[in-house]
């Protein structure tokens, strides 16, 4: 490289270092006329393209950088980090994949592959790179505050806390220690520890949009909160990112709703959702059960219940399904009540046994026509998969209560798989489960729930594969109704335990004693003795509510449409006259929660941790 060029580049750097991004493609661009080390040019016009809010542009320059020098290291890392940062996840794991071929040893690559793993929700494999990152290096606080997240995850709640314990003690300054910490404490029900550590995150950082709504949910608020509601909405005045707009209108949202003040309420959950970044198309789920119904059908059932006839095979399992927001985390903390049987809450396990058997094509998998090629075999490896992975988290356990509500998808599977098992299906009114479901601020996944329209569409899909399964399953599925649990919980839960065949306990209607943890969006409620206040929420927001009743109407009672008459509102409109919606944004998600500043140095510039 010749002394021009040399120069040009310590030139750039400065004017890099000091934010002067225009002056930087300036400078560039003439580097890239003078023919010398075109790769470092096309490198240093990526990053400014990227730090100007140009990311697609970015990546156009630093691939022509891989293009001419495949062991750009820099290059690869920003390549990585920018489709992740476009949530195009599996081009991240590519570049990163590519950057540890060149450096295994390289903490934040490993790590940048395991953020990627983990926002596409393959979490044991996002573990293992996580751990290999801390391996590496074991004083880097977002490296940690990832891996204790991972673990938190998938259940290693004890591991996570003393990790995350350590961290804090070590680094009490990152915000990312402190929010993880503080989400570890409230499984454990330790609000009161996780409080102030969510508003040392906000008093040290404004912009972390996950601690407002975070802190929302740790407590009820009354009016006597009014100085932290003016700082919340004094925030949403100073113009701050969407993905922090988005953090604090869904803490407001949960604040006013829990004042009783439903239009402010609402305003500000219908502002959150606007703000997301999501595409659902209903259209792709109702072909996965049109695949579902042509395959699992009575022939394949009863044929291979019939080559393989144990049918006590996973009689220590308890499967709870249903919609979200139903009720299941109050069910489960109910029967681990029992010293017989103990929760794992939403392991996934399913999910990421499909992923290493099948591919998987946008919100589904190839399934089940690849995986019925050879079924037999298939349900032999998935089955001890997922017995694997559960004892991992409950090796000793007398039985087990997987709570991943989602698999009411996979019913036929898992009858194949567990066919001695117990299903409880959970149930909720369903205008209480969709607004419910529309006011969580679910930070993966779950895009349906961004819009009343998909919330209602994906509901009508819920309802229509478990009729499905229970015309065609020999399952003896318990449904418990949610407004029955609550209002009879004693009653309710002999029954359940009558089924399950356990021992009931009186210890079953005091689990807002147990210190067990909690992982799911309902871990607020049930730290609390068991409440009505969730029954009927719907009723306070029913102005809002016509087309999302008018898509369910055929599941509302004469009640419900007599409380809508009342109110001069009309139900009953045919569900064909709410179109098709799809949730669709081109704005990019804001930010790396884990990571900090987009950029880490390597070798002397480009990205900082």
């Known amino acids: 490289m010749g002394e021009k060029a040399e120069g040009l580049l310590k030139q750039i750097f400065e004017e890099y270092e000091k934010g002067s991004f225009a002056q930087v493609e300036q400078l560039c661009k003439r580097g890239l006329e003078s023919g010398e080390a075109q790769d470092e040019f ?222 402010k309420a609402f305003s500000h959950y219908q502002e959150a959702n606007s703000l997301r970044y999501a595409v659902f198309d209903i259209r792709e789920k109702q072909r996965w059960l049109s695949n579902i119904k042509s395959t699992f059908d009575a022939d ?122 117990k299903y409880i299906h959970t149930t909720c009114h369903p205008l209480d489960s969709c607004l419910s479901s529309y006011f969580q601020n679910f930070l993966a996944g779950l895009f349906w729930s961004y819009s009343l329209k998909n919330t209602a569409q994906y509901y009508n899909y819920y309802r229509e594969v478990m009729d499905y399964w229970e015309s065609l399953l020999p399952l003896n599925i318990l449904e418990v109704r949610y407004e029955d649990l609550v209002r009879h919980p004693q009653e309710e839960s002999r029954r359940i335990y009558e089924y399950l065949g356990v021992e009931w306990t009186p210890a079953v209607l005091e689990t807002h004693r147990s210190d067990a943890k909690v992982t799911t969006a309902s871990k607020q409620q049930v730290r609390e003795k068991i409440y009505t206040q969730s029954v009927e929420r719907w009723h306070g927001y029913a102005g809002y509510l016509r087309p999302l009743a008018n898509e369910l109407s055929e599941f509302l009672s004469e009640d419900d449409l007599r409380f809508f008459s009342e109110k001069g509102i009309v139900i009953g409109e045919p569900r064909a006259k709410m179109p098709i919606a799809s949730t669709r944004s081109t704005e990019r998600p804001q930010g790396w929660a884990w990571v900090g500043r987009f950029f880490a140095r390597i070798a002397g510039r480009g990205r900082k941790e």
């Open 42 to 263: 096309l490198y240093f016009l990526g990053c400014a393209k990227f730090e100007s809010g140009q990311p697609e542009n970015a990546l156009n320059f630093l691939r022509k950088a891989v293009e001419i020098n495949p062991a750009h290291k820099n290059a690869l890392y920003m390549l990585a980090g920018t489709y992740h940062d476009l949530g195009r996840y599996p081009e991240a794991i590519h570049y990163a994949d590519l950057l540890i071929e060149l450096n295994p040893d390289l903490h934040m690559a490993h790590h940048l592959k395991g953020l990627a793993l983990f926002e596409s929700m393959e979490f044991w494999a996002s573990l293992e790179e996580f751990r290999a990152a801390y391996a590496l290096e074991t004083e880097s606080p977002s490296v940690i505050s990832s891996l204790g997240n991972n673990l938190r995850v998938i259940g290693s709640t004890e591991e996570a806390l003393h990790l995350l314990e350590d961290a804090y003690a070590r680094f009490p300054e990152h915000p990312g220690v402190k929010l993880n910490l503080a989400g570890v404490y409230v499984e454990y029900g330790r609000r009161e520890e996780a409080i102030p550590l969510y508003r040392e995150v906000l008093q040290q950082d404004p912009g972390q949009g996950v601690a407002y709504t975070n802190l929302a949910d740790c407590k009820r608020w009354t009016q006597g909160d009014s100085e932290e509601f003016q700082q919340f909405e004094t925030r949403l005045t100073q113009n701050p990112a969407k993905d922090v707009a988005r953090g604090i209108h869904f803490a407001l949202g949960k604040m006013y709703n829990d004042i009783r003040d439903f239009d």
């Open 300 to 421: 394949l059932i009863q044929g291979y219940r019939e080559r393989q006839p144990s049918e006590t095979e996973g009689s220590d399992l308890i499967f709870i399904i249903g919609f979200p927001r139903s009720g299941s985390t109050l069910l489960e903390r109910m029967l681990a009540a029992s010293d017989r049987i103990e929760g794992v809450g939403e392991v996934a396990s399913l999910h990421l046994g499909l992923s290493r058997l099948v591919p998987v094509q946008g919100e589904s998998f190839l399934f089940p026509d690849e995986f019925s090629e050879n079924i037999e075999a298939n349900v032999d490896a998935l089955t001890q998969d997922y017995r694997t992975r559960v004892r991992e988290i409950a090796p000793d356990a007398p039985m087990i209560v997987d709570k991943t509500l989602f698999n009411f998808e996979h019913l036929g599977l898992l009858y194949l798989m567990f066919p001695g098992a």
